[in-house]
T-cell receptor, first 112, second 112 residues
Framework: NAGVTQTPKFQVLKTGQSMTLQCAQD?????MSWYRQDPGMGLRLIHY???????DQGEVPNGYNVSRSTTEDFPLRLLSAAPSQTSVYFC???????????FGEGSWLTVV | GQQVMQIPQYQHVQEGEDFTTYCNSS?????IQWYKQRPGGHPVFLIQ?????EVKKQKRLTFQFGEAKKNSSLHITATQTTEVGTYFC????????????FGDGTTLTVKP
């Protein structure tokens, strides 16, 4: 069972570079979301999607873009990386609002 | 907006001691979920509570949902070293948007 798959697992970026974190789920879940987790901190919602073609902002959306062209995929784009975006990023999916959330294994991003 | 507060932020116990973490919401929740994140890992679903006053047990873990559906607790009896990690609660809102809001987590360390 693949579940939620994120790539890459580790990435080092230079300030100003752009990149895309990939996320795919094979559970046919409508809801997908991206969280960031800073050391010793909780999970902060970046963007989420309630279905293909629909996205919305979470708590900390600045500096990130998302799109949802298919049910399976929900990539997160960093437009111009900044050191403040150094974090662990988790993609997640669920069948609906308030339902069990399945997380990917995380992507460790360092911006230097 | 809906906020979920979790206390304590950190808890250090001796192996065999009990541990409790509390989750409090500013609004009534449709459900509450608990997740565990091992060090270096990703959050993994533990349980969901839906009914007012509900109590569920998983071995030495006891989960409670308050009568007003605004608070919850996780209690571990005789904590073991394998239970180290961060425990998060996530509250499902009653609005149509229904986004789940995570508490900041309680990080448990256990001394053998």
């Amino acid at each position: 069972n693949a579940g939620v798959t994120q790539t890459p697992k580790f990435q080092v970026l230079k300030t100003g570079q752009s990149m895309t974190l990939q996320c795919a789920q094979d559970m046919n879940h409508e809801y997908m979301s991206w969280y960031r987790q800073d050391p010793g901190m909780g999970l902060r919602l970046i963007h989420y999607s309630v279905g293909a073609g629909i996205t919305d902002q979470g708590e900390v959306p600045n500096g990130y873009n998302v799109s949802r062209s298919t049910t399976e995929d929900f990539p997160l784009r960093l437009l111009s990386a900044a050191p403040s975006q150094t974090s662990v990023y988790f993609c997640a999916s669920s069948t609906g609002a308030g339902n069990t959330i399945y997380f990917g294994e995380g992507s460790w991003l360092t911006v230097v | 907006g809906q906020q979920v507060m979790q206390i304590p932020q950190y808890q250090h116990v001796q192996e065999g001691e009990d541990f409790t973490t509390y989750c409090n919401s500013s609004t009534t929740l449709s459900n509450i979920q608990w997740y565990k994140q091992r060090p270096g890992g990703h959050p993994v679903f533990l349980i969901q509570l839906v009914k007012s006053g509900e109590v569920k047990k998983q071995k030495r873990l006891t989960f409670q949902f308050g009568e007003a559906k605004k608070n919850s607790s996780l209690h571990i009896t005789a904590t073991q070293t394998t239970e180290v990690g961060t425990y998060f609660c996530s509250g499902g809102g009653n609005t149509n948007a229904g986004k789940s809001t995570f508490g900041d987590g309680t990080t448990l360390t256990v001394k053998p």
